[in-house]
């Protein structure tokens, strides 16, 4: 079996073969085209030019469904189960022909035993937590009996441990049952371990292609970045353990804490814990990594510092001083500036212009009497369009108009010109592509140095090792961990992102 | 240098596409339109002819047109503010009734001069009128109740309060109107207190015209160049990036609701102060669906205030042009069709623009990765 | 407060109070029964009074050609469906405002129907009706429920059906799902607009066949006013129901036995305050939200359009 595309302008002329029985690894870098050369796969995106053979007849593939009737199915990162709906219900969904009931539950229990995915069919997916959701995704993939199972990031969503179980159970369906996987990701370590073949893509091409076995991390690392670089690898990263330890500048100062969280509990409307007894600080200057598994709290952390929940109980202290976040604004006041984790959500107006969005942080600053000073407001904006070089038609620019980077330069320009006290960066670097990537990292350290102390919340675990100089670690909203980065590593970590206590 | 020339180009190519689009897409509206009335035997240009007389081409009509454009321009004004801060008002009908209840019963109740009557007569409408969208507002707000369905529900609950007014003595009903009389009308306002008209080249309309034309063109500059409102689109479009930024989402959306109400509630003042409706009382039925109306002048105008004030002119001249229908043997609710079917031709342009927009900026993100 | 008891007592042991809220009531459950499909799906169709309006006054046009009632009816519920096919296909494929494209339709089909109607003047009359067996000797409920002109008995169809379509078949599941979780949906291979869009239609066949029903079965002669905001009522008893089919039709019958107060009273021989009762389903309506709208779980994407790759 053999698949093959041709000139694709969004992955540009991408050739791809995927082999009966095989894990295939598609390595790259976010925005390097996998996410969309996987979407063409199951016709989510439809290709401008080029060819998708199957067993080696040539296909066309319009939407999900075709796919799924060619055998071609995928686990999605983010947003394919309804959670409103049961276990069953989702497992069904897309399917075609009639629906019933205790058919689709049977196969649903019994798929769950021959992968060891074990779940019941009756629950509600809003009632499960991350982790088993992915398992409900699997199943339902599973159960179409794909030839061709796509993966996109799933560990994303996995302590290292669950990440295991995952990747042997798909060894078993690509060994005892010759179905192919391919395994879309960024991370090195697992190319290496579970894949047999590996392509590499960057800027929309395939650049590099080894069998796995003969493949090495510096090599692949390589291939995905294009360069020599100092790199977010485990090797390189486990290689400079005391980057900062010398590094005055950044080492926490004497003062007092400048953000203080004290027994924060958050409690979802239904009743469920989200934050539970959370306490930690951030010192001036200094940058305090929070690691977990994606769900677990990090989100909610961000939006109490931006002021969109409040706390059931607990408090939060901003240079000493008790802040009340649920009154709007209060949080921008004491002196916290935010980049939000989904900036569409929550950090920027679409259909406003740069220069709006620019003057969300000071407001009257740009007006005299209620009036907006047109003028002022746009040598303003065009200034810090020059500084952070933003690319844009100019200050009257819709923002929606802007790539993800340069909207993602206006949330960081707008965040460090309000002269913050503490800056919390939420996945700051997430679907960014490589030179951008490197431009925020160096912003943030900057920023450090200056005296402002910054939160960095990511879910990548080779991002926080890289920058932070403190790591605290989080399971189901609550603290298992925290560490100098000098005491940290992988495994300490991962087993305190699962829940272990120290 | 060159790629100026080429956008400016693209622009007034692109320019006449929206002309086009709306043009046509009107004339589609105006041939139906004419088909139905073709459909029960009446000729469509006799109708036409009709309608065009009736509002403007006869000697004094055009006086009348503007009466009844202002309250439209009033309630299509207020509109813009709700929608701008993304609530969805649609109970102006209700609003503009009880706010012109609170004028009427101020109007006689209301010690000295006739001008400071006045004065009064018109706040109470504003009151009124933002005082049941503001009903509305706090439902939103407070016990997160779809403001759609309280604003529309409310026009019913306005109309029966009226009714009930208009029973009643102490509320509305004129004094010297005995109880079981079919027609149930408040007081007449006293000559001193309506609203002086201007007369001009043998028409005549009330001052009010001027004062409707001056607070369309305030608004329009308000919501594009001050901070107010800034802040209501900021909330219309992302209320989290507001809420994060200090702008709170209640305190805006309360004010535009209020203000949304207010300038329904002064349309309904304008009516009965102004001459052109009900001869300066209220009756049973007065809102006459100017709300309606002047809600649908609105979405048409697309929620651009200098538009408001044409639209609301030639929704007014269907109203006031189907005085002339009789002699032609029509219904005149073939203005109601008319109406409508432009309202719901009017609606396409805008969609299918941003459905091109959306196709070319997908086709532009493509070729940017 | 006594004498309020003493009202509600005598209205609810005179058999006329039952007959005269059931059939204010089916004309609600028709409606709301397909409204209810429709918000499952994710779209809030105010246009559903237009959609009956415009079924009732099929429906006399079709009774007033041929002179049967089962035409009739069958013109009213093709009517509610080219109604809806308006507000699907502007609001659902070309992107428009759903709230804009109802509000519109409803003053349009208002125009429309009243300046035809008053061309072309249809004559009707009540279809007759029929008594089932041994059900409708059940005291006080039986002549309401099984006593009726027949098309009332439709109601007994429309309801399982559209409980059964939406949730025991696959459609159902998918319309569920559009209403939750588009995107969701979406890349599960639904095409989430055309299930919108089949909802709105199914919602504009029952709310036509309900404005036959009101035209037919119960006023017998056509006005442009013969709606009276129930279409406001239906929709705002799916609200009040929570989005559960059970729930929306106990909202009817509840609203439909307020609305009879308005007949039932002054044959009791009770002083009424007409205007009050007028108000009373919009009253209680709002006071039910302000109460309950935070506690109830509304379809996620209620109301939201979907576009793919927008928010």
């Known amino acids: ?502 | 240098m060159s790629a100026q020339p080429t956008a400016e180009r693209g622009a007034r190519s692109r320019l006449m596409e929206v002309v086009l689009l709306y043009a046509g897409c009107a004339l589609g509206a105006l041939v139906i339109s004419g088909l139905i009335v073709e459909a029960v035997g009446a000729d469509w240009s006799t109708v036409g002819g009709a309608l065009l007389n009736g509002s403007v081409l006869k000697p004094g009509r055009w006086g009348g047109t503007i009466g009844v454009t202002i309250p439209l321009a009033m309630v299509a004004i207020g509109t813009i503010i709700s929608t701008k801060v993304g609530l969805v008002n649609i109970g102006q009908e209700g609003q503009l009734l009880v706010g012109a209840a609170f004028a009427t019963y101020f109007s006689t109740r209301v010690p000295g001069p006739g001008p400071f009557v006045l004065i009064v007569v018109l706040a109470a409408g504003v009151v009124g009128g933002a005082l049941w969208s503001g009903l509305a507002g706090g439902l939103r707000y407070w016990r997160k109740v779809p403001e759609v369905l309280t604003t529309l529900l409310l026009v019913s609950v306005a109309s029966n309060l009226v009714g009930y007014g208009l029973k009643h003595h102490w509320l509305l009903l004129d004094a010297e109107a005995k109880l079981g009389n079919r027609n149930l009308v408040s007081e007449q306002l006293p000559p001193d207190t309506r609203l002086p008209r201007i007369t001009m080249w043998g028409n005549d309309f009330p001052i009010s015209a001027v004062l409707a034309v001056c607070l369309v063109l305030l608004v329009g500059w308000m919501l594009s160049r001050t901070l107010w409102g800034y802040r209501l689109t900021v909330v219309g479009h992302n209320r989290k990036v507001a809420r994060r930024f200090g702008i709170s989402e209640s305190a805006q959306g309360m004010i535009a609701m209020l203000a949304s109400g207010g300038f329904a509630g002064l349309a309904g003042a304008f009516m009965l102060t102004g001459g052109d409706f009900a001869n300066y009382r209220m009756v049973s039925g007065f809102s006459v669906s100017i709300g309606w109306v002047g809600l649908l002048v609105a979405l048409v105008a697309n929620n651009r205030a200098l538009a408001v004030i044409p639209m609301a002119f030639v929704f007014a001249s269907l109203r006031t042009g189907s005085g002339f229908l009789a002699s032609t043997g029509i219904e005149r609710r073939v203005t109601d069709v008319v109406q409508g079917l432009i309202v719901l031709a009017l609606l396409l342009p805008p969609a299918i623009m941003f459905i091109g927009e959306r196709r070319r900026a997908l086709a532009a993100a493509r070729s940017r990765v | ?311």
């Not at chain 1, 394919?80 to 709906?85: C, H, K, P, Q």
């Not at chain 1, 004290?262 to 929070?290: A, W």
């Not at chain 3, 006593?147 to 569920?176: D, M, N």
């Not at chain 3, 929570?242 to 019958?253: E, K, S, V």
């Open chain 1, 1 to 502: 079996m053999s698949k093959r595309f041709g000139a694709v302008s969004a992955c540009d002329a991408v050739d791809i073969e995927i082999h009966r029985g095989e894990i295939h690894g598609i390595l790259g870098e976010n925005g390097a085209g996998k996410s969309t050369l996987m979407k063409m796969l199951i016709g989510l995106v439809v290709p401008d030019s080029g060819s998708i053979f199957v067993d080696g007849a040539s296909v066309r593939i319009a939407d999900p469904v075709a796919a799924a009737s060619l055998g071609i199915g995928m686990v999605h990162q983010h947003f394919s189960l309804v959670e409103a709906l049961t276990v069953w219900e989702n497992v069904a969904l897309g399917d075609s022909g009639r629906l019933s009931q205790t058919g689709v539950r049977n196969a649903v229990g019994e798929l769950s035993e021959r992968y060891g995915l074990r779940i019941d069919p009756d629950a509600r997916v809003a009632d499960l937590p991350v982790g088993l959701r992915q398992r409900v995704e699997i199943l339902k993939c599973l159960r179409r009996e794909p030839d061709i199972l796509i993966f996109d990031e799933p560990t994303s969503v996995l302590t290292p441990e669950e990440s295991e179980d995952l990747f042997h159970s798909l060894r078993g369906v690509v060994e005892q049952e010759g179905r192919s996987v391919a395994l879309v990701s960024h991370k090195l370590t697992e190319m290496l371990e579970v894949t047999d073949r590996v392509t590499i893509m960057r800027n929309g091409l395939v650049v590099d292609r080894y069998m796995t076995a003969d493949a090495d991390a510096g090599m692949l690392a390589r291939a995905m970045v294009g360069r020599d670089v100092r790199l977010r690898s485990t090797e390189v990263s486990e290689a400079i353990p005391d980057m900062h330890a010398g590094d005055d500048g950044a080492t926490p100062g004497v003062d007092g804490p400048v953000l203080e969280f004290r027994k924060i509990e958050v409690r979802e409307p239904g009743g469920s814990m989200e934050l539970d007894d959370l306490t930690f600080s951030l010192k001036p200057g200094e940058i305090l990594g929070l690691a977990g598994v994606e769900g677990n709290g990090q989100r909610v952390i961000a939006d109490l510092l931006s002021g969109l929940r409040r706390p059931s109980s607990g408090e939060i202290l901003v240079d000493g001083v008790e802040v009340d976040v649920s009154q709007a604004g209060a949080a921008l006041r004491a002196g916290i500036a935010v980049i939000p984790e989904d900036r569409h959500d929550s950090g920027i107006v679409l259909e406003m212009s740069v220069a709006e969005n620019l003057m969300l942080s000071d407001q009257s600053g740009m007006a005299t009497r209620g009036i907006i000073n047109g003028a002022a407001l746009a040598v303003a904006a065009s200034d810090l369009i020059d500084r952070f070089s933003i690319m844009c038609t100019g200050p009257d620019a819709l923002m929606w108009t802007l790539s993800g980077g340069n909207q993602q330069r206006v949330v960081l320009a707008r965040e460090i010109t309000a002269d913050p006290a503490v800056l919390v960066a939420a996945q700051p670097t997430r679907g960014l592509d490589v030179g951008a990537i490197e431009y925020m990292t160096d912003q943030l350290r900057r920023v450090a140095r200056s005296g402002v102390g910054i939160l960095l919340i990511s879910s990548e675990l080779d991002e926080i090792l890289e920058l932070a100089d403190r790591i605290v670690v989080i399971f189901m909203g609550q603290v298992t961990g925290e560490m100098a980065r000098s005491e940290a590593n992988r495994e300490k970590i991962g087993r305190l992102m699962g829940g272990d206590l120290l």
């Open chain 3, 1 to 311: 407060m006594g004498g309020l008891i003493s009202v509600v007592w005598d209205v609810a042991s005179t058999d006329s109070a039952y007959t005269a809220a059931a059939r204010f009531a089916v004309v609600l459950a028709f409606a709301a029964t397909g409204e209810w499909v429709a918000e499952r799906a994710g779209t809030l169709n105010i246009s559903v009074e237009a959609m009956i309006l415009a079924g009732a006054f099929a429906a006399a046009m079709g009774y007033h050609t041929t002179g049967s009632v089962a035409v009739g009816l069958a013109c009213g519920t093709v009517a509610g469906a080219m109604v809806a096919s308006v507000q699907a296909e502007m609001s659902h494929r070309l992107t428009a405002d759903q709230f804009v494209v109802g509000l519109t339709l409803n003053i349009l089909v208002l125009g429309v129907v009243g300046f035809l109607g008053s061309e072309w003047e249809p004559s009707t009359r009540t279809a007759s009706v029929v008594e089932i067996p041994l059900l409708v000797d059940v005291p006080l409920v039986g002549p309401a429920l099984f006593g009726q002109p027949w098309p009332f008995y439709l109601i007994y169809l429309v309801v399982p059906l559209c409980a059964w379509l939406v949730h025991r078949t696959r459609w159902g599941l998918e319309v569920r799902s559009v209403g939750e979780n588009p995107q969701a949906a979406d890349v599960s291979g639904i095409d989430v607009n055309r299930r919108r869009r089949q909802s709105i239609y199914l919602g504009g066949l029952t709310a036509g066949l309900g404005g036959g029903y009101l035209l037919l079965g119960q006023v017998g002669r056509f006005d442009p006013g013969i709606v009276a905001g129930r279409g406001f009522i239906a929709l705002v008893a799916v609200i009040f129901g929570g989005w559960t089919l059970r729930g929306a039709i106990f909202g009817c019958l509840l609203f439909g036995s307020v609305l009879s107060f308005r007949l039932t009273l002054p044959g009791l021989g009770y002083e009424l305050n007409n205007e009050m009762l007028s108000s009373l389903p919009a009253l209680v309506t709002i006071v039910a939200m302000a109460l309950f709208a935070h506690a109830v779980r509304q379809p996620e994407a209620l109301a939201r359009p979907f576009i793919r790759g927008l928010k």
